[in-house]
């Protein structure tokens, strides 16, 4: 018992329910990110290189709204909401629809070109600089014991949870979910059940758009927001994504919260001389995919092998 | 005439990187996202031999390309067991630890306050620190590459590479090891990269991480794209036209927080409108059995 | 009710079908045979909208479908059985079932679990179950049936779906001799029921015994079109097979 006690101090263990709280955080950023990334590959098949950026151009939207527009928070998130659905839509119809059925590796060329054009709209009308959303008073923390933690951080960490709900509902007990299933599944038996491909591509594509811009205005408020930001994260959901198990949902999600784990107690725990410096944080993904890629392809959170 | 010089000196840089590039990603079709990171490591090397360790041009030539060939065939190790999207992942993944490494590892590379005050290279006793003189050794590298990756192309070698493409299986059926013909053509695409890093190095004399960004990449796809994929000449011509594009926009007055996004800007519209028009031609799908 | 005439279609630089006509009327069944690579599966995909021809057209009771996609023309009535296995292994033997069924219901009537239609398709899914005695196993997910049971499904989930054409692929592949006659008991319903079949099969037996036309299929064209005890006895057929 006190020997346990002793390694705990010697290791920081002190921090653990912090790190526990921050990997929280960070795995349901992660999460709201992800979901639509993975939805987009199951059932439209495509890597969409650009879904960070096009996370970012709605956070830099709502940021427009709020901070220079000066509209109420309400106003702006509807605002950005519509303005994220029809860019959503011209994303299908100009990036991805005319190419993906001539070959797999077009899609991923366009969404290339598409996430360099909203990268470099962005930067020439906000700046290169980092904006900041206000989020007031949420921003101060509260102290539960050892740890700490912002209503906005509980925001972050609800919301995510309540649209965990809704997306089990949604993919398990409706029709649009069983479709949304069927498709990624089987898409060419789906077809033969004339479940409506490119409508039900739309409406994936967008409802995953916008989930995701509610991450970047998160991510907003939380920190900041720079026009370079979209790649980081479209990794992040990547690393996920391999993590779980390519177009498996559920996988992915749990891959968010591993990665959410793995990255805060890497940087976070004192290991000593061998400590990894924060700035490896981002690298950490990186590596776990390549290491997930070499043992597992197939995704290491996915209990059941794919049958191809 | 000093501008035309710097032109053609980046001109040249160029036609190195994408020709290069254009071996895996047009003649090989291995959608390799990681060739921005082996002309990061050539230029790296560069820097490093030349400020820390003192090294001559023709070492520090070697060595880049040396590493940045060694780097490509780690890569290939583990991105070659891979096919389609789980390829274009691994290798994205590989350029992102090279950034991660070149911003983070500072004790070497001193993050991204860069590594300054790279001499140019001494050849004969004579420092090239005049850019014109520099232009022709660059010159000469640009046509001897180009010579050996021309003969790359058109080699057995570069048919094997070719074939694999279209029809993996048959390939293998004729006998070839498509595993080990992949990697040697990831390793003389790497090395030509880590060439161009290295002169690209010299030329600027000062390298920080934000040269070998994620938008440089999705330039040389541009290039490679806009030549037609596995084209030599179509290649050559396309880094012309595209490192060249740009260059009236130097004369508009623009403060440089807008220039380098157009810069951008421009060449991403460039890409998709070509893909747009020759998507039934571009990267046709493997034939299915 | 299905007319098919002169599909031209290449995949890569192969010319895969090489002017291939036919024309089945309602309630037919027709056999397919032919060599492996001799563009059987090919013709399907064709049919199905998969892949598009270059040249040739078809069209489902007068209506010229060649470029509808394959969504819609499932709309219209061609099903599908693929050769290997077109069932969603991930969903439960129900889920397939009313899957299919909710696709004619429309996504917004069958929307939630609880509404009257979505009640009514549960029950109907029921029903299709117990026609290939897979009402035991509803909740099972479908990828842990075995071979036949997995056709089985197959078969009567485009029943159920209310396919009119019927484009079946090998459907005893990977199915054990004695969940056959099953199968083959399933596709004779079909028939009873007035659908239009086509059947892709390498085993002549099988074909015949449902089959009263056979397409011999090579390289890309129909060269028989005959009764079954006809194309058995043709030297044709010897040929493509064993070689002359």
């Known amino acids: 018992m006190s020997r346990e006690i002793q390694d705990a101090t010697l290791w920081g263990m002190d921090i653990v329910p912090q790190l526990l709280v921050n990997a929280i955080i960070t795995g349901s950023i992660y999460a709201l990110v992800a979901v639509g990334f993975s939805l987009t590959y199951g059932v439209l098949k495509i890597l969409n290189f650009a879904h960070g950026h096009l996370m970012m151009t709605g956070a830099y939207l709502f940021y427009f709204f709020t901070v220079e527009s000066a509209l109420s928070v309400p106003t702006a998130a509807l605002a950005t909401c519509a303005a994220t659905l029809v860019i959503a839509l011209l994303t299908l119809l100009i990036f991805v629809n005319p190419f993906d059925r001539y070959s797999p590796m077009l899609p991923l060329v366009t969404t290339l070109a598409l996430a360099t054009i909203l990268e470099s709209c962005v930067s020439m009308i906000f700046g290169v600089n980092v904006k900041a959303l206000d989020s007031g008073s949420s921003a101060e923390s509260i102290q539960f014991g050892s740890v700490f933690i912002t209503p906005l951080q509980v925001v972050i960490a609800v919301t995510a949870l309540m649209m965990l709900v809704l997306i089990a509902f949604l993919m398990h007990s409706t029709s649009f979910g069983r479709r949304v299933r069927a498709m990624s599944e089987r898409l060419a038996a789906a077809q033969a059940l004339a479940i409506n491909s490119p409508a039900m591509k739309g409406l994936v594509f967008t409802l995953g758009t916008v989930l995701s811009v509610y991450a970047g205005i998160m991510i907003g408020y939380e920190t900041n927001l720079q026009p370079t930001m979209g790649h980081g994260y479209t990794m992040k959901a990547l690393a996920a994504m391999i993590l779980g198990g390519l177009g498996n949902l559920w996988g992915t999600i749990l891959g968010c919260y591993t990665l959410g784990v793995l990255e805060n107690f890497a940087v976070g725990l004192d290991f000593g001389a061998y400590s990894l410096p924060a700035g490896y944080k981002d690298a950490f993904a990186y590596f776990i995919i390549l290491v997930v890629l070499l043992i597992r392809p197939e995704g290491l959170l996915s209990f059941r092998r794919r049958v191809a | 005439m000093e501008y035309i010089i710097h032109l053609a000196i980046l001109v040249g840089i160029y036609l190195i990187l994408a020709q290069s590039f254009n071996l895996t990603i047009g003649l090989g079709r291995m959608f390799n996202l990681a060739h921005v990171a082996s002309y990061a490591l050539g230029a790296y090397v560069t820097a490093l031999a030349s400020t820390e360790l003192e090294m001559g041009f023709g070492r520090c030539l070697i060595s880049s390309a040396l590493v940045s060939g060694l780097f490509a065939i780690l890569l290939g190790g583990i991105a070659l067991r891979l096919a389609g999207d789980y390829f274009a992942i691994g290798t994205l993944a590989f350029a992102s630890i090279v950034s991660a490494l070149l911003i983070n590892w500072k004790s070497v590379t001193k993050g991204v306050l860069g590594i300054p005050g790279i001499p140019r290279p001494e050849i004969g006793g004579v420092a090239l620190y005049d850019n014109l003189q520099f232009g022709y050794v660059v010159g000469v590298l640009v046509i001897v590459s180009l010579t050996v990756l021309y003969f790359v192309f058109s080699s057995p070698f570069g048919r094997v590479l070719r074939g694999q493409a279209e029809d993996q299986l048959a390939m293998m059926a004729l006998g070839r090891d498509v595993r080990l013909i992949n990697t040697l053509g990831f390793f003389i695409a790497s090395a030509f990269a880590g060439v161009a890093g290295a002169l690209f190095a010299y030329y600027i004399n000062y390298i920080d991480p934000s040269s070998f960004s994620f938008s440089e990449m999705v330039f040389l796809v541009t290039i490679v794209v806009v030549g037609s994929p596995g084209s030599f000449w179509g290649c050559v011509v396309a880094t012309f036209f595209l490192v060249l594009l740009p260059e009236p926009l130097r004369f508009v007055d623009l403060p440089s927080s807008i220039l380098g996004p157009m810069r951008q800007l421009l060449h991403s519209i460039v890409l998709l409108s070509v893909v747009w028009f020759n998507r039934a031609k571009l990267f046709p799908a493997q034939r299915e059995v | ?244």
Not at chain 3, 185 to 193: C, M, R
């Open chain 3, 1 to 244: 009710m299905l007319e098919v005439s002169d599909l031209h279609l290449k995949i890569g630089d192969a010319l895969i079908l090489n002017g291939v006509s036919f024309s089945a009327q309602a309630g037919d069944s027709i056999g397919i045979i032919g060599p492996n690579g001799s563009g059987k599966t090919t013709l399907f995909n064709c049919l199905s909208g998969f892949v598009l021809p270059f040249q040739g057209s078809v069209s489902l009771r007068g209506e010229n479908i060649t470029h509808t996609p394959p969504y819609l023309r499932a709309e219209l009535g061609v099903g599908r059985v693929f050769q290997s296995f077109g069932i969603f292994r991930e969903m439960t033997v129900l889920e397939n079932l009313v899957v299919a069924l909710e696709s004619r219901a429309g996504v917004l009537r069958t929307f939630f679990p609880w509404s009257t239609t979505s009640r009514m398709i549960r029950a109907q899914a029921k029903e299709f179950a117990a026609q290939v005695k897979l009402d035991g196993k509803l909740s099972q997910r479908a990828g842990m049936l075995s071979g036949g049971q997995m056709r089985l499904l197959e078969i009567v989930r485009a029943l159920a779906f209310g396919a009119e054409v019927f484009l079946l692929d090998e459907p005893t592949a990977g199915v054990s001799p004695k969940m056959k006659d099953e199968v083959a008991a399933l596709i004779s319903h079909v028939q009873t029921l007035g659908k239009t079949t086509l059947i892709i099969e390498h085993d002549i037996n099988f074909v015949q015994s449902f089959s009263k036309r056979v397409l011999v299929l090579d390289q890309g064209r129909v060269i028989l079109d005959d009764s079954p005890e006809n194309v058995r006895k043709n030297d044709l057929l010897r040929e493509i097979y064993f070689g002359k």
